[in-house]
């Protein structure tokens, strides 16, 4: 392989390690808003659910009508 070809390759493969990084920074950006959300909705079904007025079943719990 010439010395151009394998600068060519190389650069190709830099501009792929970047465009990853750039891939999982975003994704890790996203997971921590999802993050947030569901402990959020979490929060909330669990004063709900302490309040007695959510009706909100959580996991496996059966509804109380069963």
């Not at 999982?24 to 007695?52: F, H, K, P």
Request: hydrophobic share 45%; proline share 3%.
């Amino acid at each position: 392989m010439s010395t151009e070809k394998i600068e060519e390759e190389l650069a190709h493969l830099a501009r792929a390690i970047e465009d990853l990084h750039e891939m999982v920074v975003d994704q890790g950006a996203r997971m921590d808003v999802l993050e947030r959300r569901v402990a959020m909705l979490l929060e909330r079904a669990a004063v709900a659910e302490a309040q007695n007025t959510g009706g909100v079943v959580i996991g496996d719990e059966r509804p109380p009508h069963y």
